[in-house]
């Protein structure tokens, strides 16, 4: 189903880790940690400022694959891991884009599923990898349907 696009990544998209932003991911998930919302209590850490909160590059924008074209709704989230080099700090921009990794289908009692890996990448300026996060998205009977329509 996604056999042909595998291996094909969207363009880098620059994101900026802003301090509102972060405040607000941070008491959305219910961690308001002072190394994330409280400018003061950044400045006494060994990293001299405030840091996202590990899952916070779930909110960047990654750009888009050619001819990955999802449905809006009804996909099922797999899992979702991240691997950081350093964490991010809160004022700088972060270079993400999207490589589709991976797509195996197995017969279930409900029919077919489907398997789809994506791996998205957080770069410096420099081009240095700052982080990456691999998600699977379950692709089942029903997005299959809306898919083919």
Same mark, same amino acid.
């Given at each position: 189903?996604?056999?042909? !696009? ?8 620059? &994101? ?14 219910? #961690? ?43 996909? !099922? ?46 770069? #410096?300026?420099?081009? #240095? ?8 998205? !379950?692709? &089942? ?9």
């Amino acid at each position: 189903m996604f056999e042909e !696009i595998i291996g094909k990544k969207s363009n880098r998209v620059k &994101n900026t880790v802003s301090r509102e932003a972060v405040v607000t991911f941070a008491t959305a998930i219910g #961690d308001p940690h002072p190394i994330y919302v409280d400018e003061s209590y950044g400045k006494t850490t060994r990293f001299k400022q405030n840091l996202a909160p590990p899952t916070f590059p779930r909110t960047f924008q990654y750009g888009e694959v050619a001819g990955l074209n999802l449905p809006k709704k009804g996909l !099922i989230h797999g899992e979702q891991t991240y691997h950081y080099t350093r964490p991010l700090m809160v004022g700088e921009e972060v270079y993400c884009f999207l490589k589709v990794e991976a797509y195996v289908e197995k017969e279930g009692k409900s029919g077919k599923m489907g398997f789809l890996t994506l791996v998205g990448t957080g770069e #410096d300026v420099d081009g #240095d990898v700052l982080f990456s996060s691999k998600q699977v998205i !379950i692709i &089942n009977a029903a997005v299959r349907k809306a898919m083919s329509q």
